[in-house]
């Protein structure tokens, strides 16, 4: 709970991301704003059995332009995404990580299955060759990624790694938000990241809601998620904190709303309830009203349910104005990032206001009478966005939506 008393404004002061589209913020920026689609055959590893051979990889992505060889063989590729866009973003934010304090900086971040790769190569060469490799699990827990971010910039404040599914990334940068509300950080560094692992494709793939294609949010042809990896990390800065130094501010962070559905392991609330909740506490945590918005990044996955509900819960929050909201899922060109999702879709919201367009939703091409709303189909919409909902929907009915305005001084 935030005290009322100190509660302040927070800033977005650095960006940084790697995805399928560009392998920094301005070239995504870029991408998006061209309906650049991302999605390939998956060559990671072999897909044949799977039910799709597609996916949205990080492509040109050299590591050892970045690491070692010596760091790189005890290294996760998912903790290799996550330092280089801490990098970015750090580098973008102007701050000098030398001078500040660092009990008083912290890092949060989202993520499904962290360091899934390494744990693999583990089991393989432990049951297929009887070697054991114990290096190879540095990496595997969860919170691996933003030890490597504390350890590479002196952090001795909270490090916070959750999974909450497909919600873990906003859910991190809405508690890094009450942190500095609650006077424990002045900054946060705050995002997610996932890579692209044969067991997470596996998986869906059981599930049945892999599309064996592309993906087509909203669509009424839809036929599943495009997996995809990435990582995005942001800079979450108090104001006070701000002012005491010079840097630029990419946005402001208003304010992030929870709920759950309390209904399935895998399945959502056909009701809609629970992403409806999450988006109406989102607005009142900001501070804003609905007609505030001005517009929505989907979670939009271009499965027939997850697109059908959230269609509704946007109705059943915004009424008749829901007609009125632009609104597009990044999905269809970036991809299903999981754990990262939020965090990639802050980014896109970010290089929304910046870039002064909405992104569109790609692939869009046969219009669903129960999906008819605003999805700003197959082409970017030159407009200077003000206020931004972006939602995040997870397996186990996790659900988190954040307000991200552009910044106004």
Do not use: W
Request: some cysteine; charged content about 20%.
């Amino acid at each position: 709970m935030i005290r009322e008393e100190i509660r302040q404004r927070v800033f977005i002061t650095g960006v940084g991301a790697i995805c399928s589209v560009g392998n920094n913020f301005d070239d995504i920026k870029s991408a998006l704003k061209q309906g650049f689609s991302g999605t390939r055959k998956i060559t990671a590893f072999d897909t044949e059995d799977m039910g799709s051979v597609n996916g949205c990889e990080v492509k040109n992505f050299n590591p050892f332009d970045y690491f070692s060889k010596k760091d790189l063989k005890r290294m996760d590729r998912a903790s290799q995404l996550c330092l280089v866009a801490a990098r970015e973003a750090i580098s973008s934010s102007d701050l000098n990580m030398q001078m500040i304090n660092g009990t008083r900086c912290g890092v949060s971040l989202g993520t499904l299955l962290g360091g899934i790769i390494s744990g693999s190569k583990y089991y393989k060469k432990q049951t297929q060759e009887n070697c054991i490799y114990a290096s190879q699990l540095l990496d595997f827990p969860l919170y691996s990624a933003g030890s490597r971010v504390c350890t590479e910039y002196g952090i001795r404040g909270p490090n916070i790694v959750i999974s909450t599914a497909c919600s873990a990334s906003n859910v991190a940068i809405g508690y890094a938000y009450d942190l500095i509300q609650n006077g424990i950080v002045d900054i946060m560094i705050v995002g997610g990241f996932e890579s692209m692992s044969e067991m997470t494709c596996a998986g869906f793939g059981v599930l049945r809601n892999l599309s064996p294609d592309i993906c087509q949010p909203f669509d009424k042809n839809r036929k599943g998620i495009v997996l995809g990896e990435g990582a995005a990390i942001m800079i979450l800065e108090s104001e006070e904190h701000f002012i005491r130094r010079s840097g630029r501010v990419y946005a402001e962070f208003m304010g992030y709303g929870m709920s759950s559905d309390a209904y399935h392991m895998t399945a959502p609330d056909i009701t809609g309830k629970g992403p409806a909740m999450a988006m109406k506490k989102a607005i009142e945590n900001s501070r804003i009203g609905t007609g505030d918005i001005d517009y929505i990044n989907a979670h939009g996955t271009g499965t027939h349910y997850n697109d059908l509900i959230e269609t509704s819960s946007i109705k059943r929050v915004f009424g008749e104005q829901a007609y009125k909201i632009p609104i597009s899922s990044t999905k269809s060109m970036h991809g299903h990032t999981l754990g990262a999702a939020g965090a990639i879709e802050a980014i896109t919201s970010i290089a929304a206001i910046k870039g002064f367009f909405i992104p569109p939703t790609i692939n869009y091409e046969m219009p669903d009478t129960k999906c008819d709303l605003d999805y700003v189909p197959n082409q970017s919409r030159d407009k200077s966005v003000n206020m931004i909902l972006s939602n995040g929907f997870g397996f186990g009915g996790n659900n988190c939506s954040i307000v991200i305005r552009r910044f106004n001084e």
